[in-house]
Protein backbone atom coordinates (compact mmCIF):
# COMPACT_ATOMS: atom_id res chain seq x y z
CA UNK A 1 0.00 0.00 0.00
CA UNK A 2 1.02 3.96 -0.28
CA UNK A 3 3.74 4.78 2.05
CA UNK A 4 4.66 8.11 2.91
CA UNK A 5 7.49 10.38 2.39
CA UNK A 6 8.19 11.02 5.96
CA UNK A 7 7.38 6.97 6.41
CA UNK A 8 10.03 6.34 3.61
CA UNK A 9 12.56 9.01 5.70
CA UNK A 10 12.18 7.08 8.98
CA UNK A 11 12.59 3.59 7.62
CA UNK A 12 15.38 4.85 5.57
CA UNK A 13 17.01 5.92 9.39
CA UNK A 14 16.02 2.64 11.13
CA UNK A 15 17.91 1.03 8.22
CA UNK A 16 21.00 2.72 7.58
CA UNK A 17 21.70 4.86 10.62
CA UNK A 18 23.13 3.58 14.11
CA UNK A 19 20.99 3.63 17.18
CA UNK A 20 22.60 6.14 19.55
CA UNK A 21 24.51 7.82 17.17
CA UNK A 22 22.91 11.26 15.77
CA UNK A 23 25.44 12.11 13.41
CA UNK A 24 24.61 8.81 11.43
CA UNK A 25 21.17 9.80 11.61
CA UNK A 26 21.66 12.88 10.23
CA UNK A 27 23.60 11.31 7.38
CA UNK A 28 20.86 8.67 6.98
CA UNK A 29 18.46 11.72 6.31
CA UNK A 30 20.40 13.86 3.77
CA UNK A 31 21.62 10.63 1.65
CA UNK A 32 17.93 9.69 1.27
CA UNK A 33 17.08 12.98 0.72
CA UNK A 34 19.94 13.84 -2.00
CA UNK A 35 19.67 10.35 -3.48
CA UNK A 36 16.30 9.32 -3.61
CA UNK A 37 13.55 11.76 -2.54
CA UNK A 38 13.90 15.88 -1.95
CA UNK A 39 12.28 16.32 1.45
CA UNK A 40 11.99 19.81 3.23
CA UNK A 41 14.62 19.29 6.28
CA UNK A 42 16.79 21.79 6.76
CA UNK A 43 19.75 19.87 4.72
CA UNK A 44 23.27 19.61 5.55
CA UNK A 45 25.00 23.30 4.05
CA UNK A 46 22.60 25.14 6.43
CA UNK A 47 22.71 22.10 8.77
CA UNK A 48 26.47 23.72 9.30
CA UNK A 49 25.68 26.67 9.34
CA UNK A 50 22.50 26.03 12.26
CA UNK A 51 25.61 24.09 13.51
CA UNK A 52 27.64 26.87 14.04
CA UNK A 53 25.18 29.28 15.75
CA UNK A 54 23.84 26.53 18.17
CA UNK A 55 27.81 26.01 19.50
CA UNK A 56 28.04 29.64 19.79
CA UNK A 57 24.82 30.21 21.54
CA UNK A 58 25.37 27.50 23.53
CA UNK A 59 21.88 28.05 24.73
CA UNK A 60 19.93 26.73 27.76
CA UNK A 61 16.85 27.29 26.51
CA UNK A 62 15.58 26.72 22.71
CA UNK A 63 12.27 26.77 20.89
CA UNK A 64 12.23 25.33 17.20
CA UNK A 65 9.00 25.85 15.54
CA UNK A 66 8.50 23.30 12.74
CA UNK A 67 9.47 19.55 13.51
CA UNK A 68 8.81 18.15 10.29
CA UNK A 69 11.13 14.54 10.42
CA UNK A 70 12.90 15.79 13.50
CA UNK A 71 16.23 16.42 11.25
CA UNK A 72 16.80 20.12 12.78
CA UNK A 73 15.22 18.86 16.08
CA UNK A 74 19.16 16.01 16.37
CA UNK A 75 21.26 18.44 14.92
CA UNK A 76 20.46 20.67 17.51
CA UNK A 77 20.10 18.61 20.48
CA UNK A 78 23.00 16.72 20.12
CA UNK A 79 25.02 20.14 20.54
CA UNK A 80 23.17 21.16 23.81
CA UNK A 81 24.98 21.40 27.59
CA UNK A 82 22.94 18.13 29.31
CA UNK A 83 21.43 21.14 31.30
CA UNK A 84 19.07 22.58 28.23
CA UNK A 85 15.53 22.90 27.95
CA UNK A 86 14.54 22.31 24.26
CA UNK A 87 11.26 22.64 22.86
CA UNK A 88 10.09 21.97 19.44
CA UNK A 89 6.46 22.14 18.32
CA UNK A 90 4.77 20.36 15.25
CA UNK A 91 1.28 21.27 14.33
CA UNK A 92 0.45 17.94 12.19
CA UNK A 93 0.30 14.45 14.01
CA UNK A 94 1.95 12.19 11.34
CA UNK A 95 4.95 14.02 10.81
CA UNK A 96 5.50 14.87 14.67
CA UNK A 97 5.09 10.57 15.01
CA UNK A 98 7.71 10.32 12.60
CA UNK A 99 9.81 12.83 14.30
CA UNK A 100 9.55 11.15 17.64
CA UNK A 101 11.20 8.10 16.57
CA UNK A 102 13.37 9.87 14.56
CA UNK A 103 14.42 11.58 17.54
CA UNK A 104 14.34 7.70 19.79
CA UNK A 105 16.82 6.28 17.04
CA UNK A 106 19.42 9.12 17.92
CA UNK A 107 19.21 8.88 21.44
CA UNK A 108 17.80 11.81 21.84
CA UNK A 109 14.39 11.57 23.56
CA UNK A 110 15.65 12.60 26.89
CA UNK A 111 16.76 16.25 25.11
CA UNK A 112 14.04 17.23 23.41
CA UNK A 113 10.39 17.81 24.22
CA UNK A 114 8.23 17.42 21.03
CA UNK A 115 4.73 18.93 21.12
CA UNK A 116 2.10 18.76 18.69
CA UNK A 117 -0.12 21.75 18.32
CA UNK A 118 0.15 25.08 16.52
CA UNK A 119 2.53 27.46 17.44
CA UNK A 120 0.38 30.44 18.20
CA UNK A 121 -1.71 28.47 20.11
CA UNK A 122 1.33 27.24 22.42
CA UNK A 123 3.60 30.41 22.51
CA UNK A 124 1.09 31.80 25.21
CA UNK A 125 1.19 28.83 27.26
CA UNK A 126 5.48 28.12 27.54
CA UNK A 127 6.34 30.03 30.23
CA UNK A 128 3.93 28.46 32.94
CA UNK A 129 3.60 24.61 31.32
CA UNK A 130 7.23 24.02 30.74
CA UNK A 131 8.62 26.67 33.48
CA UNK A 132 10.56 28.64 30.81
CA UNK A 133 11.23 32.26 31.52
CA UNK A 134 13.00 33.53 28.11
CA UNK A 135 14.46 31.53 24.97
CA UNK A 136 18.28 31.82 24.26
CA UNK A 137 17.94 30.74 20.82
CA UNK A 138 14.52 30.29 18.51
CA UNK A 139 14.42 28.39 15.64
CA UNK A 140 11.83 29.26 12.81
CA UNK A 141 11.30 26.72 10.44
CA UNK A 142 6.80 26.56 10.08
CA UNK A 143 4.71 28.18 8.03
CA UNK A 144 6.65 31.17 6.35
CA UNK A 145 3.71 33.22 6.93
CA UNK A 146 3.38 33.18 10.75
CA UNK A 147 7.41 33.91 11.28
CA UNK A 148 6.17 37.62 11.53
CA UNK A 149 3.10 36.93 13.99
CA UNK A 150 4.45 34.21 16.06
CA UNK A 151 7.61 36.61 16.27
CA UNK A 152 5.50 39.43 17.91
CA UNK A 153 3.74 37.07 19.65
CA UNK A 154 7.02 35.90 21.69
CA UNK A 155 7.49 39.56 22.41
CA UNK A 156 4.45 39.96 23.64
CA UNK A 157 4.64 36.99 26.22
CA UNK A 158 7.63 38.15 27.43
CA UNK A 159 10.02 34.79 25.90
CA UNK A 160 12.38 37.36 24.18
CA UNK A 161 15.03 38.90 25.96
CA UNK A 162 17.92 41.24 25.06
CA UNK A 163 20.81 38.72 23.60
CA UNK A 164 17.70 36.21 22.67
CA UNK A 165 19.39 34.92 19.13
CA UNK A 166 16.00 33.65 16.18
CA UNK A 167 17.57 32.03 13.48
CA UNK A 168 14.88 31.90 10.53
CA UNK A 169 15.21 29.21 7.77
CA UNK A 170 13.46 29.84 4.19
CA UNK A 171 13.36 33.68 3.82
CA UNK A 172 13.87 33.40 0.05
CA UNK A 173 12.45 30.09 -0.63
CA UNK A 174 9.42 30.07 -0.31
CA UNK A 175 10.00 33.28 1.84
CA UNK A 176 9.35 35.30 4.50
CA UNK A 177 9.29 38.94 3.28
CA UNK A 178 6.95 40.61 5.88
CA UNK A 179 8.78 38.87 8.75
CA UNK A 180 12.17 40.40 7.06
CA UNK A 181 11.11 43.67 6.42
CA UNK A 182 9.86 44.09 10.01
CA UNK A 183 13.22 42.65 11.37
CA UNK A 184 15.20 44.84 9.40
CA UNK A 185 13.78 48.21 9.93
CA UNK A 186 13.11 47.51 13.65
CA UNK A 187 16.05 49.16 15.90
CA UNK A 188 15.51 46.32 18.35
CA UNK A 189 17.28 43.92 15.97
CA UNK A 190 20.56 43.31 14.84
CA UNK A 191 20.21 41.12 11.48
CA UNK A 192 22.43 39.87 9.37
CA UNK A 193 21.85 36.49 6.89
CA UNK A 194 24.36 33.56 5.48
CA UNK A 195 24.27 32.44 1.93
CA UNK A 196 23.07 28.95 1.58
CA UNK A 197 20.98 27.16 -0.39
CA UNK A 198 17.88 25.72 -0.35
CA UNK A 199 18.13 22.40 0.82
CA UNK A 200 19.76 19.68 -1.74
CA UNK A 201 19.49 21.76 -4.51
CA UNK A 202 21.30 24.64 -6.10
CA UNK A 203 18.81 27.35 -5.61
CA UNK A 204 19.65 30.15 -3.79
CA UNK A 205 18.81 30.61 -0.29
CA UNK A 206 19.62 32.34 3.18
CA UNK A 207 19.45 31.72 6.79
CA UNK A 208 18.32 34.34 8.54
CA UNK A 209 20.27 35.51 11.90
CA UNK A 210 18.72 37.91 14.55
CA UNK A 211 20.18 39.38 17.61
CA UNK A 212 18.18 40.89 20.13
CA UNK A 213 19.34 44.15 20.84
CA UNK A 214 17.28 45.80 23.29
N1 LIG B 1 1.68 27.47 12.93
C1 LIG B 1 2.37 26.32 12.97
N2 LIG B 1 2.77 25.86 14.19
C2 LIG B 1 3.50 24.72 14.25
C3 LIG B 1 3.82 24.06 13.08
N3 LIG B 1 4.47 22.90 12.82
C4 LIG B 1 4.45 22.71 11.51
N4 LIG B 1 3.74 23.68 10.93
C5 LIG B 1 3.38 23.73 9.53
C6 LIG B 1 4.65 23.94 8.76
C7 LIG B 1 4.68 23.12 7.49
C8 LIG B 1 6.10 23.01 6.94
C9 LIG B 1 6.86 24.34 6.97
N5 LIG B 1 8.07 24.30 6.11
C10 LIG B 1 7.96 24.60 4.82
O1 LIG B 1 6.88 24.88 4.32
C11 LIG B 1 9.19 24.53 3.96
C12 LIG B 1 9.02 24.47 2.58
C13 LIG B 1 10.14 24.38 1.74
C14 LIG B 1 9.97 24.32 0.27
C15 LIG B 1 8.88 23.63 -0.28
C16 LIG B 1 8.72 23.57 -1.66
C17 LIG B 1 9.65 24.21 -2.49
F1 LIG B 1 9.49 24.13 -3.82
C18 LIG B 1 10.72 24.90 -1.96
C19 LIG B 1 10.88 24.96 -0.57
C20 LIG B 1 11.44 24.32 2.28
C21 LIG B 1 11.59 24.38 3.65
O2 LIG B 1 12.85 24.34 4.22
C22 LIG B 1 10.49 24.49 4.50
O3 LIG B 1 10.72 24.58 5.85
C23 LIG B 1 3.34 24.57 11.87
N6 LIG B 1 2.65 25.70 11.80
MG1 LIG C 1 12.79 24.95 6.21
Keep these: QFVSLRQ???????????????????????????????????????????DSVVSEVNPAT????????????????????????????EFNPDFAAVARQ???????????????????????????????????????????????SDTKLMEECGLLRKGSVLLADNVICPGAPDYVEYVRSSPRYKSHYFRSHLEYT?????LWYLGIIE
Design 8 to 50: RILSAVQKNATRGDPRSVIRAIDQFCSQKEWAMNVGNEKGCIL
Design 62 to 89: VLELGTYCGYSTVRIASLLPPYAKFITL
Design 102 to 148: VIAWAGLEDKVQLVEGASSDWIPKIKEQFGIKTFDLVFLDHWKEHYL
Design 202 to 206: KAEEN
